[in-house]
């Protein structure tokens, strides 16, 4: 699956689970909706959420500021704010590290037309070159 994963797509997920004939999507539904609640409430709350082999979703306290307006270059001030982070734990890196040295271009070979390497004059005396042969 590439791009976006949605909420749906994470129900569906958990409807096609091993308990195939004992959960309907709706039942999934009703569980995806509730794990994110309680996780929404715990961060609204100031609680740190660890998802081993995963990582950890925290609460990041941001202090009032003075900025800067980019476009009229006045001094503004800048509220206090809580925003969401997450830190991803060294497991879940290697893991996609892994992934992308066994499925990058790096083990592949690739032909690539030489006059991507040559510059343009050096390209012209080269086909020059081979009219004139």
């Known amino acids: 699956m590439d791009g976006k994963i ?8 958990v409807s096609e689970l091993e308990l195939k ?3 309907t999507v709706k039942d999934s539904e009703t569980i995806v909706n ?11 709350e100031g609680n ?16 009032a500021r003075e900025g800067i307006n980019p476009i009229t270059g006045e001094k503004i ?4 704010k809580k925003s969401p982070k997450i830190k991803f734990f060294p ?3 290697k893991f996609l590290n892994d992934w992308v040295k066994k499925n990058s271009l790096q083990n592949t070979l690739v032909i690539i037309p030489a006059c991507f390497f040559i510059p343009k004059n050096r390209l012209y005396d ?3 070159k081979l009219k004139e042969e």
């Not at 740190?48 to 202090?63: A, R, T, Y």
């Open 91 to 93: 497991s879940f890196k």
């Open 48 to 63: 740190e959420i660890q998802i081993s082999d995963f990582g950890k979703f925290l609460v990041v306290n941001k202090d």
């Open 77 to 80: 001030s800048i509220v206090a």
């Open 126 to 128: 080269w086909l020059r």
């Open 34 to 44: 509730s794990i994110f609640e309680f996780l929404k409430q715990k961060m609204k």
């Open 6 to 13: 949605l909420k749906k797509d994470i129900i569906s997920f």
């Open 21 to 23: 004939n004992k959960l």
